[in-house]
């Protein structure tokens, strides 16, 4: 299945670091979008205080959602939480990378079979792309005019 799980990580370490980018990441994907469960849940949890906290993202709070789910330990959240926010060395390309994600998401909906606005579009433009980089051994060209 097509995934980046770097650029999911990428786009959960760009919020810790930053919550203003939230917004921008929204603009983009929710919470499906991402290949990872762990991932699904921990932007599930930073979209449900994003919204009720106008704003506010906080890895512990963050931390003590997710296991107060039951599906992870508060201290092996905290600590991926941390790591998570290492990754990252900037915010700047945080809606590129979320542009990824939904790419990303786009191709699984189509290799599935499943309806999805845009998903055959996309998985046969990045299809394409893939097929002429390994063909050429570089990313197509810009056209010339």
Do not use: W
Request: with cysteine; hydrophobic share 35%; net charge positive.
């Amino acid at each position: 299945m097509p995934d980046n799980i770097n650029v999911e990580q990428s786009v959960l370490g760009s919020i810790l670091l930053n919550p203003k980018c939230m917004d921008d990441v929204l603009m983009h994907i929710r919470s499906d979008a991402f290949y990872i469960p762990r991932h699904r849940e921990i932007f599930s949890a930073m979209e449900s205080m994003f919204v009720s906290t106008k704003g506010a993202i906080d890895p512990v709070t963050i931390a003590d959602a997710l296991a107060k789910n039951g599906t992870n330990d508060l201290s092996e959240a905290k600590t991926y939480l941390f790591e998570l926010s290492q990754i990252v060395p900037s915010t700047a390309n945080v809606e590129k990378f979320a542009q990824i994600v939904k790419e990303q998401y786009y191709l699984r909906k189509a290799l599935l079979g499943l309806p999805y606005p845009q998903c055959t579009e996309t998985a046969y433009r990045v299809r394409h792309r893939a097929r002429y980089s390994c063909r050429y051994g570089r990313s197509r060209p810009a056209p010339r005019h």
